[in-house]
């Protein structure tokens, strides 16, 4: 199967949920303001998010129409969602030197941050970047266990400590593992423990420190992997992470689960930050940059091109 029947696979449930929040919308006699606040109500009801359902209910207004036919209604969704996703679509580069380019990957348990990790990693290495992993979740011996076996899975060298070891450690280890090595990019798990942020704040703050001893330019990106079952949940998490640990961009994952895609519009529309890539099922290489004219198309129930 392709990346794209994927990924159209993975926003169906979103899409058939957008189509019901608007049937029978389209069927009405006149395009009034009822219908268009209606047609507002729909979207946000379908996790698209309150500032990108006005853009899309005025940029319906600004057209004129009468009568707006299902079709219409459907093409104007995508041609809205897809400029709303075309600025943030931005795959992740790692230009950064001197190597090693850090990435600090960041989110609350459960989100797949560690399996986000491990299908970074695979797409990277796809690229032939040398990679190594750094298992600095050290709270929880899971999180170690099981970046251990994705690195084994794609080929990879993970760098662990202890449980409730020192995590800035483990970073300092990883930077000069990865430079004696020659390895391109070194991907660092953390600790997702939102309701403690005072901690995070600190742990993060202390793995800043020794990372600028090494290179004053890392950490390059500092990525929260978001789980689009959460809704607009997740967009709180985006303001707090954002705020404790200065988030540079976004990861979606688990699009396949859930009618709550829009999500990925709402985040795109409120913050702007970069989405790097989206993940849409479990296998390895279910995760990538995305098309953000065929998110649209698929969000909006609309053939691909």
Known sequence: MSWLDRLRGGFKKTADKVADNLTGLTSRAALDTATLADIEEALIASDLGPEASHRIREAIAARRFEQLDERGLRTILAEEIEAILAPVAKPLEVFGFPRPHVILVIGVNGSGKTTTIGKLGHWLKE????????????????????????????????????????????????????????????????????????????????IRRVLGRLNPEAPHDVLLVLDATTGQNGLAQVEVFRESAGVTGLIMTKLDGTARGGVLVAAAE????????????????????FDPREVARAIAGLPPE
């Open 127 to 206: 690229q032939d970047y040398g990679v190594l992993l750094a298992a600095g979740d050290t709270f929880r011996a899971a999180a170690i266990e099981q970046l251990q076996i994705w690195g084994d899975r794609i080929g990879a060298p993970v760098i662990s400590g202890k449980e409730g070891g020192d995590a800035a450690g483990i970073v300092f280890d990883g930077v000069r593992q990865a430079t004696a090595t020659g390895e391109d990019v070194l991907i660092v798990d953390t600790a997702g423990r939102l309701q403690n942020k005072s901690h995070l704040m600190e742990e993060l703050s202390k």
């Open 270 to 289: 409120k913050f702007g930050l970069p989405i790097h890539a989206i993940g849409v099922g479990e296998k390895v290489d279910d995760l990538r940059p």
